[in-house]
Structure formats: structure tokens, C-alpha cells
């Protein structure tokens, strides 16, 4: 009895109302925790690592410019990709291409690469230590520092990675 009546109830909910309950299931169970494994100091990095942490603060106040991969202007992906470029590490374009090729981290360490995004991957920054992440965050701002432990942030991770040794 009581399946004729889960059954009779899907069937209440049509298409779209199963569609829109099995999207929230699978949002939920795509997050990962975002743990992070931060170094005493500096002098714990790699210079890779530092190079591309000091790269991403120069970058500090940089307008958002969608598209963005110069010193005049940044997007999120853009950011990375000048950051690990000063390093001398050359990594993919966009935000999405970076998480699906670079080696993915599970604690994320000063340096490595932070994904978010409500499904997909489109948005991504840089992990700086102590709970704090440098990005650019969109439109009408400038890249800053966001501390990672913020709700939004937690809610929105879909992983780490680096190329960085």
C-alpha cells in the first residue's frame, strides 16, 4: 500500500517537480568539505607557491573585467591563470577547464586552486592561508580577499587543485 502511494505521489509531482528533487539531491551530495592544511610559514612553500601567492596580491584592487587577463582588468580564471603564469606555470583559460585538468587536492594548501559553483565549476580562487582565499569576485569590484569560512563559500565548493608542487 503505502508504495502505490509514493508512486501515486511522484506521479502528482510530474516531470519537473522530480527533475527539480533529484537536482537538489545531487547538489548535496556533489559538495565536498572544504578542509585546508594551512604551513607554520612562508618558508614551508614552495617558491612556486609563493611566487604565485605574491602574483595574486600585486593583483589586489585589479578591476573585474570579464575576460579579464591583465593587469588591467580580471576575471576570476584570468587571476589563476596570471598568477601560476608568474610562477611559470601555464594552466587552462577558464575556471571549468582548470578543475577539470589540474590535480585535484584534498586539503587545500596555500597556493592550490579553490572551485565553487551551484552545479558546474564558475568560479575559482586562490587559497592564501588562515581561511582566507584571493579572488575576483565580479562585476563592478576589484580582486580582494574573501575568508573562506563565510556560509556562501562552504555551501558552493566543488574542490581544490594545483599544479604546484
Known amino acids: 500500500m503505502a508504495g502505490k502511494m509514493c508512486i501515486a505521489g511522484l506521479r502528482r509531482l510530474g516531470v519537473a517537480g522530480i527533475a527539480l528533487v533529484l537536482a537538489m539531491l545531487a547538489g548535496c551530495a556533489g559538495n565536498p568539505p572544504l ?9 614551508d612553500l614552495s617558491i612556486e607557491r609563493v611566487l604565485v601567492i605574491t602574483a595574486a596580491k600585486d593583483a589586489l584592487g585589479t578591476p573585474y573585467r570579464y575576460g579579464g587577463t591583465t593587469p588591467r582588468g580580471l576575471d576570476c580564471s584570468g587571476l589563476t591563470q596570471l598568477s601560476y603564469r608568474a610562477a611559470g606555470i601555464d594552466i587552462p583559460r577558464t575556471s571549468q577547464q582548470q578543475f577539470d585538468a589540474l590535480p585535484r587536492r584534498d586539503k587545500a594548501r596555500p597556493g592550490d586552486l579553490l572551485f565553487f559553483g551551484p552545479g558546474g565549476v564558475s568560479h575559482v580562487g586562490i587559497y592564501i592561508g588562515h581561511n582566507q582565499m584571493i579572488h575576483a569576485p565580479g562585476s563592478g569590484r576589484t580582486v580582494s580577499v574573501a575568508n573562506i569560512t563565510n556560509r556562501y563559500w562552504r555551501s558552493h565548493y566543488r574542490g581544490a587543485a594545483a599544479p604546484a608542487p
Open 35 to 43: 578542509e585546508t592544511q594551512d604551513t607554520s610559514n612562508e618558508t
